[in-house]
């Protein structure tokens, strides 16, 4: 089975801190994303990458950064916390199947849920 | 651009009642569809998907989805709710290659007893 993991399901931390959210897949898979979820939203993409070193801007990258140095970890980077980034958040994995059109199920962690204080 | 829209953030049913959970869809070229289940406190499961080929998509506990295009729509059915099927559930969609995924507001399921 895909197994992703992240690094905290619980994290607190001050207004201003630089916060660090990992995230790993054992499956071998190309593309990963990060996510935040908050009620009423549903999920939206803040970034995602489709190779080593690769990243792309989502639909609300602005207060955060990436970083892929290795194909299975995919780490999300909060400069200076804000209390308007308490949220959940997801990240996923995926396969770049051609076969499907290149769309391949994403597979999520079970998220982090952070709270800026 | 892709874009989904649930109807309804909350549908309540009775155990043993028919569950029917809306999508509808927009998108400029054929969409693969997604839903996703999210129970307390986890990530989000994949349910089913429709990527190409027949229009009735069966997924994992006992759900089902169909694909209509004429409607853009992709409601997610199940016969008989179960207690165990209170949870979130997000529809998705995306034009392929490397779109990214699309996800909607999301349903919340209740099932009473």
């Known amino acids: 089975d895909v197994k992703v993991t992240q690094s905290s399901r619980y994290l607190v931390k001050r207004t201003g801190e630089k916060v660090f959210l990992e995230c790993v897949q054992d499956?071998?898979?190309?593309?990963m994303f990060w996510y935040r979820q908050d009620p009423g939203l549903g999920l939206r993409l803040i970034y995602f990458?489709?190779?080593?070193?690769?990243?792309e801007k989502g639909d609300i990258p602005e207060g955060y950064s990436v970083s892929r140095e290795k194909k299975e970890r995919f780490s999300l980077i909060l400069e200076s916390a804000s209390t308007n980034q308490t949220s959940m958040y997801l990240c996923?994995?995926?396969?770049?199947?051609?076969?499907?059109?290149?769309?391949?199920?994403?597979?999520f962690g079970p998220g982090t849920r952070l709270t800026v204080l | 651009a892709q874009s989904v829209t649930q109807l309804g953030s909350h549908v309540s049913v009775s155990e043993g009642a028919l569950v029917l959970l809306r999508c509808n869809y927009s998108?400029?070229?054929?969409?693969?569809l997604f839903w996703y289940v999210q129970y307390p406190n986890q990530g989000l499961q994949l349910l089913l998907k429709?990527?190409?080929?027949?229009?009735l998509v069966k997924g994992i506990n006992g759900f089902e989805a169909e694909f209509k295009k004429s409607e853009t729509s992709f409601h997610l059915t199940k016969p008989s709710a179960h207690m165990s099927d209170a949870a979130e559930y997000f529809c998705?969609?995306?034009?392929?290659?490397?779109?990214?995924?699309?996800f909607g507001k999301g349903t919340m399921l209740l099932v009473s007893p």
């Open positions: 499956m071998d898979h190309e593309n």
């Open positions: 998108s400029s070229v054929p969409p693969y």
């Open positions: 996923a994995s995926s396969s770049h199947n051609a076969l499907a059109g290149g769309t391949d199920t994403q597979y």
């Open positions: 998705a969609v995306s034009e392929g290659g490397y779109s990214t995924l699309t």
């Open positions: 990458s489709y190779d080593v070193k690769m990243k």
């Open positions: 429709y990527t190409t080929g027949a229009t």
